[in-house]
């Protein structure tokens, strides 16, 4: 089980008025490393995601912080499948200091949405497949 | 001629690594009182923007910034209708500080667009009229 | 035990590119009302909170997604505090749509922290006194 | 005279109600792509900026739009220097879509400021002559 790493660095108007990256922006973060390793799985978000007929809405998030982030810190995400369900799967995200120090733990759950109904629906196939491929299933 | 006041709260996320609010926050602010004041002239932004037969997207905007804001000062920011024409409008706005103290003054030009053909066109009369009566015009 | 209220409008910038508030910006929408309950309290974060010689980071955030919220919709956050530690409290949040329906639910786990040593301290006797009496305890 | 290249996508959460970037955010591109170049130049804002002894505020910002940016575009900013004086700095950046295509010209001036007085100082020797090497002077 490998997971997808994505790398940035903090900046002036990431970093809040106690000087530290704000807890709110972790997800943030996270979500910058979904969207690159969906991209890099081929499945890129789509340019109209308003008018798409599946969509992936995350149903639950969640972070714990163990060390804040300051600005001009390189950090590294990690994000790692941990399930894939029928009509949902579930990302584990680890947030690195530039020496390797967890500054977060994240997770996300996303539903598969047929936007017509509003309802949970399958999956697409091909990103079922990936996901689980990378989930090591 | 008269300006719309929007007020708000400078609160820890909008305050950034300097221990003020950014510089490009301040166009956020100045957009949440143009929003405001459409609303109070019963033109509010659609829900479905991004599907509206015109839009009045900006083509320049600028600031000059005075003073700098910190987290919990209270802000004003007054915004007054500078010039409409047939296929635009140019607005001006005020950030004044809780003692009146000016922190920056900014301006918008926006102009309506057909999204059907991507091209300039005649503001929506009605608006037009808003905010002429707005400008004392 | 009774919540305290913050209301805004959801606003162009605030939503994506689904047409949605981000999953993020909820995080975002409690803390403005977290601060919001704590002025109200009497105890708002201090400007020079980098500066502060006590601090009250997050140290695990949550929040399950129940319905969307789009441009121009005015919403209502329930601030209520679960729990008051020696050291740390929790606090949930509500987020309702305006007829009322709930949109998402959250949770933030707040640590007192000795800037000086970096570690956990006693809350301070008058919030935690204030954040307990809101608490019903 | 060279420009200071910054590349970046735009991802979900940069795009608006109106499924593009927001004008302000154009304004957090210009200025990632000042941090970066300031830390190529190997003077990179500092981490305690909020108790810097000289600060580099921006006190005026503009930006003309001509193109809109959406979900998943790869953009480039160009960053060049425009003047640099004993106590200023202007800016100018060109906002590139993938095909080369101009989407946004900003330009932001710098004023050194010593925070202990709160009053415009001389630039930093080697700043203003690392600034003024790639301003071609």
């Known amino acids: 089980m490998s ?7 903090i900046r002036l108007q990431h970093v809040d008025g106690a000087g530290v ?3 709110a922006r972790f997800f943030e973060l ?12 081929g499945h890129a978000l789509p340019a109209d995601l308003g008018r798409a007929a599946l969509i992936l ?8 912080y163990r060390a804040s982030l300051r600005m001009g ?3 590294r995400v990690e994000v790692s499948v941990r399930a894939v369900k029928s009509r949902s799967f579930t990302l584990d995200y ?10 977060a733990q994240l997770s996300t759950v996303h539903v598969a949405v047929d936007t017509a109904t509003g309802k949970a629906t399958r999956l697409p196939e091909e990103l079922a497949a990936a996901l689980g491929q990378r989930a090591g299933m």
């Open 21 to 23: 990256v704000f807890f």
């Open 73 to 75: 810190e390189r950090v």
């Open 94 to 103: 680890l947030v690195r200091k530039e020496d390797g120090a967890e500054a």
């Open 3 to 9: 997971s997808h790493v994505y790398e940035t660095t």
């Open 30 to 41: 996270a979500h910058l490393a979904y969207e690159h390793m969906l991209e890099s799985l």
């Open 57 to 64: 809405p995350i149903v639950h998030a969640e972070s714990d």
